[in-house]
T-cell receptor, first 111, second 117 residues
Framework: GNSVTQMEGPVTLSEEAFLTINCTYT??????LFWYVQYPGEGLQLLLK?????DKGSNKGFEATYRKETTSFHLEKGSVQVSDSAVYFC??????????FGKGTHLIIQP | EAGVAQSPRYKIIEKRQSVAFWCNPI?????LYWYQQILGQGPKLLIQ????????DSQLPKDRFSAERLKGVDSTLKIQPAKLEDSAVYLC???????????????FGPGTRLTVL
């Protein structure tokens, strides 16, 4: 079956630091890959997605590239802000299927 | 555009009691999902509806959980009887048909936080 593994948290960084959150996946087909974010007190929302190999998803300064050869979809941001503090979930889905999520990574940005 | 609505937002019950959650998806979204999110874990898909038909309920504990989506719009998820391990946030999500463009974004509601004592 499908599965997603992402780095354990919490991850604590200083403002303006470089961020990487690792995500690897196992899938039987050719899934689409997603990063969802959950800000404190809010619901899950889509941050970015990539639907095929070598696609790069980007939004709000965050980027992730679909790497089929390493089955990875690592999330990166060049300069984090306090407002980026949240829980980040890596997920995958085959077309029209439900999402398979990782356990989530709690990111804490200190001023 | 109104988002996915869920109610109640919080529920506390005793074990062996029953409970029901309600979800109203975004207007026009044919696909509806229920997820269970246990504290410290990612959401786990329980059931997926396409209009009013079930597409995937392979992870739904059918001895105690049931769900329906009458008329292909609103949906209810029921637990009867509840166990301590059912304490979690229950998330509803909806998406439009993928069509030929591939996977469509799932929009999540705020969730119902269930505590079983």
């Amino acid at each position: 079956g499908n599965s997603v593994t992402q780095m354990e948290g919490p991850v604590t960084l200083s403002e303006e630091a470089f961020l990487t959150i690792n995500c690897t996946y196992t899938a039987t087909g050719y899934p689409s890959l997603f990063w969802y974010v959950q800000y404190p007190g809010e619901g899950l929302q889509l941050l970015l997605k990539a639907t095929k190999a070598d696609d790069k998803g980007s939004n709000k300064g965050f980027e992730a590239t679909y790497r089929k050869e390493t089955t990875s979809f690592h999330l990166e941001k060049g300069s984090v802000q306090v407002s980026d503090s949240a829980v980040y979930f890596c997920a995958l889905s085959d077309i029209a299927d439900g999402l398979t999520f990782g356990k989530g990574t709690h990111l804490i940005i200190q001023p | 555009e109104a988002g996915v609505a869920q109610s109640p937002r919080y529920k506390i019950i005793e074990k062996r009691q029953s409970v029901a959650f309600w979800c109203n998806p975004i207007s026009g979204h044919a696909t509806l999902y229920w997820y269970q999110q246990i504290l410290g874990q990612g959401p786990k898909l329980l059931i997926q509806f396409q209009n009013n038909g079930v597409v995937d309920d392979s992870q739904l504990p059918k001895d105690r959980f049931s769900a329906e989506r009458l008329k292909g719009v609103d949906s209810t998820l029921k637990i009867q009887p509840a166990k301590l391990e059912d304490s979690a946030v229950y998330l509803c999500a909806s998406s439009s048909d993928p069509g030929t463009s591939g996977v469509q974004e799932q929009f999540f509601g705020p969730g119902t936080r269930l505590t079983v004592l």
